[in-house]
């Protein structure tokens, strides 16, 4: 039997180097076992103290998450798992289960110092041990920037929709309105109005246009488009109330309908109404127009804010205010939808903090993402900043239900979520850490029912 295991063991690429007898050692120190399928060998919590080699068969690695399994790697013939020499794995996250009837060789952790006197046996350990870190830690960070995209796409699809589908609407509107032009023209041809009629006319219009659109509370409004229904009605105009619509949302008065009703006769006041209010329409979609467009451009230049893009990856000078905007900018779909009320209390005066912006605003949105699901509607975020001794500390403070005592030490670990079940993938704090490590800074949380404060330490030289 043991020959037989060694001539498949010899067939596998990390073991090409290693002496016989160091392989036959190897084997006597574990134990075949042979596993059949859907049988789970590992679960998440589970003390890891031994290692795994695949000798035929296949087992995969997968992490729940909700009622869904991730399946983060598979192991074949040759492939090693568990516990590997020097390794200081302890205990697992993840399930390991049998895909097929497989066959392993299982060493226990009491074995490992037998094995280190086999220096060619150690040494493919430690390079299957060095793969797998290097393996893990790619596959996390291609993680992490999906789910980074993914909250950016979320919040990019949000905020694009409304003022797209405005422009669409306002588009389709004006067009509408041109096709119907031709034959407004045409009425106000036939009143033959003289020069000095059409140019007070386009006087009064254009003095409306510079003036401020007036803000009238929905009563406000509504008074003032029945009270010009009725002049309109009393002096026998068509489609009173479709007009007044317009001339009330741009503030006229009956003064200002008697002005156009003085410049010609009774008879030309309908068609003259008509060509004014369409003028107004016209207006109006174009407003409606351009404030979509400036919408969507704020929007690009948040985004660009926030990916810093066309930048180098280089460490540059932080501007804190323009990057917290920036970022709420993007989660505003969120933020409306929750109601919940941001305060940015950030001096202006800040000593200069360089770092990687794109990466600092990965933190900025993971920390308001989450402090935003963890909040009932209605519910309070205050960012603030201030220097002490050389730091730069931020504060990111919410009056959420917090963080259970118990779990807090916790927050910062791989693939560990307080969210509920299937809302969150245990990416974000993990990350955000790594980030504030790379800015040689810290990042600790203070949490209790009704106020969580997540603070973060830079070094300012």
């Given amino acids: ?16 180097g290693v002496p016989e007898g160091e392989l036959r050692a190897y084997i006597n120190l574990s134990e075949v076992c042979t596993y059949q399928p859907d049988e789970v060998i590992i679960k998440p919590g589970d003390e890891i103290n031994r290692m795994y080699l695949v000798l035929d068969g296949n087992i995969k690695l997968q992490i729940k998450r909700g009622e869904q399994f991730t399946v983060i790697d598979n192991f074949e013939g040759g492939d090693l798992t568990g516990k ?16 097929e009837e497989t066959t392993i060789l299982v ?36 993680n992490e920037k999906l789910v980074a995209l993914g909250k950016l796409s979320a919040g990019l699809a949000h905020e ?20 119907a032009k031709p034959e407004k023209f045409k009425k106000m041809m036939e009143l033959e109005l003289s020069s000095e009629q059409v140019d007070a006319i386009n006087e009064l219009i254009f003095t409306k246009l510079k003036q401020d659109i007036p803000t009238l509370s929905l009563m406000e409004k509504t008074s003032l488009e029945d009270e010009i229904a009725d002049w309109l ?45 369409d003028v107004f329409v016209t207006e109006k979609m174009i407003d409606e127009v351009e404030d979509a467009s400036r919408r969507i451009s704020d929007l690009v230049s948040s985004i660009k804010t926030y990916s810093h893009m066309d930048q180098a990856n280089e460490k540059q000078p932080v501007e804190l205010i323009k990057l917290f905007k920036s970022t709420l900018n993007i989660l505003n779909h969120k933020i409306k939808e929750k109601q919940v009320s941001v305060v940015v209390d950030v ?33 309070k975020i205050e960012i603030s900043a ?10 990111f403070k919410d009056n959420g239900e917090g963080i259970p005592e118990d779990i807090q030490s916790k927050i910062f670990d791989p693939f560990f979520t307080t969210k509920g079940v299937g809302q969150g993938t245990g990416l974000g704090l993990d990350f955000v850490r790594k980030i504030v490590s790379k800015h040689e800074g810290t990042i600790s949380v203070q949490s209790q029912p009704g106020e969580t404060i997540f603070e973060l330490c830079f070094p300012l030289n």
Avoid at 86 to 98: C, D, E, G, K, N
Avoid at 386 to 395: A, M, N, P, Q, V
């Fill in 84 to 99: 590997l020499p020097f390794s200081r794995l302890q205990s697992s996250i993840a399930y390991v289960t049998v895909m």
């Fill in 1 to 16: 039997m043991d020959d037989y295991i060694l001539k498949g063991i010899q067939t596998f690429p990390q073991f090409s």
């Fill in 160 to 179: 694009l929709n409304n003022p797209a589908s405005a422009m669409v609407r306002s588009a389709t509107a004006l067009k509408k309105n041109l096709h």
């Fill in 347 to 379: 001096p202006e005066d800040l000593p200069e903090f360089c770092g990687y912006v794109s990466e600092l605003n990965q933190v900025w949105m993971n920390l308001l993402d989450n402090a935003i699901d963890a909040l009932n509607d209605e519910g």
């Fill in 233 to 277: 009605e009393d002096h026998q105009i068509e489609e009173p109330y479709e007009l007044s619509e317009t001339f009330a949302e741009f503030g006229f008065t009956e003064e200002e309908l008697q002005t156009i009703k003085d410049l010609g006769s009774e008879e030309m006041l309908g068609a003259i109404l008509k060509w004014v209010e």
């Fill in 386 to 395: 201030k220097t002490t001794k050389g730091d730069l500390r931020i504060y």
């Fill in 107 to 142: 060493t226990h952790e009491d074995k490992f110092p037998e094995l280190a006197s086999h220096y060619k046996l150690i040494e493919s350990f430690v390079h299957a041990l060095s793969d797998r870190i290097r393996y893990f830690t790619t596959e996390q960070q291609q």
